[in-house]
T-cell receptor
Framework: AQSVTQLGSHVSVSEGALVLLRCNYS??????LFWYVQYPNQGLQLLLK??????LVKGINGFEAEFKKSETSFHLTKPSAHMSDAAEYFC?????????FGAGTRLTVKP | KAGVTQTPRYLIKTRGQQVTLSCSPI?????VSWYQQTPGQGLQFLFE???????NKGNFPGRFSGRQFSNSRSEMNVSTLELGDSALYLC??????????????FGPGTRLTVL
């Protein structure tokens, strides 16, 4: 079964700065990969997903992620952080009908 | 299209009681998955229902059960509640037909507090 590791439980950036949230998967076969965002007291909202069609995936709200098989990574980036990006972000991997989530990264955006 | 709805949004129960949570998936979706989210354990998969049948199951005790109706609505039941069952319970719906590429869409969750 695959597992997902998110490096950094907390990330803090200034408004306008680059956002980089790290995700590594562990699987003998590259799984399908997802990034979700969760705002306080809400469910998870899909940001983007990788399904092998393209290694660079563009999502909503200006986020994108790049799949790198050699590094088993699927890091999430956004060129310029906005205050409204403050939330918790989850990376997830699905393979053989098994969906696994990372522990989450809480993003704080400073004015 | 309306999103995934979960009722109730908040619940307070005492130890030993049982509870039933409800989830209505996106129209046309046939798969409903349930997750438990806690600060300590994160997001953990409970089970998935597809066309009224349990298709996948996580590693939770038998006190946790579910079912799905012919209209794809699903319920989750927890019997003999324990303090550790306090959590946000999330429901996710998907078509159920696209295998591992199937995207799950989440509801707002039900916050269960066990006293």
């Amino acid at each position: 079964a695959q597992s997902v590791t998110q490096l950094g439980s907390h990330v803090s950036v200034s408004e306008g700065a680059l956002v980089l949230l790290r995700c590594n998967y562990s699987s003998s076969v590259p799984p399908y990969l997802f990034w979700y965002v969760q705002y306080p007291n809400q469910g998870l909202q899909l940001l983007l997903k990788y399904t092998s069609a393209a290694t660079l995936v563009k999502g909503i709200n200006g986020f994108e992620a790049e799949f790198k098989k050699s590094e088993t990574s699927f890091h999430l980036t956004k060129p310029s952080a906005h205050m409204s990006d403050a939330a918790e972000y989850f990376c997830a991997a699905k393979g053989n009908n098994d969906m696994r989530f990372g522990a989450g990264t809480r993003l704080t955006v400073k004015p | 299209k309306a999103g995934v709805t979960q009722t109730p949004r908040y619940l307070i129960k005492t130890r030993g009681q049982q509870v039933t949570l409800s989830c209505s998936p996106i129209s046309g979706h046939r798969s409903v998955s349930w997750y438990q989210q806690t600060p300590g354990q994160g997001l953990q998969f409970l089970f998935e229902y597809f066309s009224e049948t349990q298709r996948n199951k996580g590693n939770f005790p038998g006190r946790f059960s579910g079912r799905q109706f012919s209209n794809s609505r699903s319920e989750m039941n927890v019997s003999t509640l324990e303090l550790g069952d306090s959590a946000l319970y999330l429901c996710a719906s998907s078509s159920g037909l696209a295998g591992d590429t199937d995207t799950q869409y989440f509801g707002p969750g039900t916050r269960l507090t066990v006293l």
